[in-house]
Nanobody, 114 residues
Framework: VQLQASGGGLVQAGGSLRLSCAAS????????IDWYRQAPGKQRELVAA???????NYADSVKGRFTISRDNAKNTVYLQMNSLKSEDTAVYYC?????????WGQGTLVTVSS
């Protein structure tokens, strides 16, 4: 499984961005796809996750502001980020779980200016 993340950039506080994670390869084996982020000097943390059945889960810090969704026809997962705060600044990574391994995409940098 290969994951290609895109959509990061610079945005002002209160603004929005949409990240995309396109999966290729053995996509039929994917159980769920997650978005993680890692801010400078901090550990990588789970932001949001979505299963193949569409069940979603969010970190408390992003509930009500971020929405994860998936387009199975395009093998793509999106992370819509609204009301961005400076503390959302981080490198965002997409991650996929299968029943035999897990995979990471390259990161995409999100910078929120205050």
């Amino acid at each position: 499984v290969q994951l290609q993340a895109s959509g990061g950039g610079l945005v002002q506080a209160g603004g929005s961005l949409r990240l995309s994670c396109a999966a290729s390869g053995s996509t039929f084996s994917i159980i769920d796809i997650d978005w993680y982020r890692q801010a400078p000097g901090k550990q990588r943390e789970l932001v949001a996750a979505v299963t193949t059945g569409g069940v979603t889960n969010y970190a408390d810090s992003v509930k009500g502001r971020f929405t994860i969704s998936r387009d199975n026809a395009k093998n793509t997962v999106y992370l819509q980020m609204n009301s961005l705060k400076s503390e959302d600044t981080a490198v965002y990574y997409c991650h996929a779980d299968t029943d035999w391994n897990d995979f990471w995409g390259q990161g995409t940098l999100v910078t929120v200016s205050s």
